[in-house]
């Protein structure tokens, strides 16, 4: 079973050729840095233009990397939300006209979903139909997903957290244009929080009752990250008022590491808290934040030899089109397929099951 995915859901341009809902046979993503770069953030707008300049580029390299022809094909996958409107809608038109006009199957992906089924790519398929898997708690972190879910064998699903305000790649990515970094902020965060000293300030953790407020039941397992941006915001406001100039070298460096400590801390607590609370096999992680080399030693920590640990390889962490085709696979062997004119959804939608399981 032979499918081409299409990602565009925000400002990366992806397509891949995926075989068996596992063998990744080509992975190709056009980034859209240079374009956001100078505005500190993703212009919709401006977004969907490049995608429908690099689209069909894409998706060519995807299939001659994978030595594959239209025909070969036995369906066509896109990202049909959650995500930027005008993004989605350059991947989904292309996507039905491909389908169309080659008499294809058309499946609609969920980014959310494929971005937990992206931690099974390849070498870990297996372990979907392992009972022993189950229940799954999967952290899905990233600049737009912030939440926690439990998975059961039988594919039940329920959002158990989500974040109150911001994601947490948001997080580091509105800190890092406070401390003028550049953008995306997560990576050079990460770079240059290798220079300080995380313990060096104490940054807040909100919904973890460590300020002595007791915490609401139903925020246990929810997620915040306002706080701990305005904390960065009257940090660096102090020392500017402070006559000190601003904030840079050693002092940037420690502001970094402590910011990064905070927003990983409490990603990995909030996480393993519901894992305790719902007798979980196996931690997911998965979601471009996911990327991050700190949250990923914390995971590592957490778990030791109590629990199965399933990350996300980084290739399939990012926004990609592998994880795309990889669901639809599955989709596709339940006989699950759209109608040519399936629509676009910009939010999350409520869903009590993860439908690749």
Known sequence: MNILG????CDETAASVVTDGRKVLSNVVASQIKFHSKYGGVVPELAAREHLNAIEHVVDEALDSAEFAISDLDAVAVTNGPGLIPSLLVGL??????????????????HFMAHIYGSFLENRTGELDDKATFPIVALVVSGGHTAIVLVGNDGSAKLVGTTLDDAAG???DKAAKMLG??????PVIEKMAKNGNPAKFAFPRSLTGAAGKALDKKDRFNFS???VKTALYYHCKKYAESGAGPIEGELLFDTIASYQEAVTDVLAKKTF????????KSVLLCGGVACNSLLR??????????MKLIISEPKFCTDNAAMVAGMASKLLAKGKTDRI???????LPAFEKIPFI
Not at 181 to 186: A, D, I, V
């Open 93 to 110: 038109n292309f996507a039905r006209g491909l389908a169309a006009s080659h008499k294809l199957p058309l499946i609609g992906v969920n």
């Open 341 to 347: 004119d399936i629509d676009s959804y910009s939010r």
């Open 273 to 280: 808290a519901a894992a305790d609370a719902f007798s979980a």
């Open 225 to 227: 990250f306002s706080g």
């Open 170 to 172: 948001e997080a580091l």
């Open 181 to 186: 970094l550049g953008y995306p902020g997560g």
């Open 297 to 306: 030693s914390k995971f590592q920590k957490r778990a030791g030899d109590k």
């Open 6 to 9: 299409i990602e565009t859901s």
